[in-house]
């Protein structure tokens, strides 16, 4: 069974920095892309940010020059470094992996997702 289990959210000052993990556990062949999705209630889930397994990123705009995603691919962890947060960047954060595992019998890429962490930016 695949777990992803995210850790670093929290409350935070406007202006204020969070760094969020999630750490990949479980039955898998590889990690391909990683990432980072937000979704606030009543909202759509929206990308953040995503990287490849060889360390190609993509931003969402608003995030863009703010938030920076990493992997460490040892630790089969993702990393999110949130600097100079807004309120407006108040959501409940997901980690996403894309796994290659046996599905039926066969090697599939598969989506996962976490459980979600709360990210609060307020005064």
């Known amino acids: 069974q695949v777990q992803l289990v995210e850790s670093g959210g929290g409350l935070v000052q406007p202006g204020g920095s969070l760094r969020l993990s999630c750490a990949v556990s479980?039955?898998?062949?590889?990690?391909?892309?990683m990432g980072w999705y937000h979704q606030a209630p009543g909202a759509q889930r929206g990308l953040v940010a995503s990287?490849?397994?060889?360390?190609?990123?993509n931003y969402a705009d608003s995030k863009n020059g703010r938030f920076t995603i990493s992997r460490d691919n040892a630790k089969n962890t993702v990393y999110l470094q949130m600097n100079s947060l807004k309120p407006e960047d108040t959501d409940v954060y997901y980690c996403?992996?894309?796994?290659?595992?046996?599905?039926?019998?066969?090697?599939?890429?598969?989506?996962?997702w976490g459980q979600g962490t709360q990210v609060t930016v307020s005064s």
């Open positions: 996403n992996a894309v796994l290659l595992t046996t599905v039926g019998g066969s090697l599939k890429f598969a989506n996962y």
């Open positions: 479980g039955s898998f062949s590889s990690i391909n892309t």
């Open positions: 990287i490849t397994r060889s360390g190609v990123t």
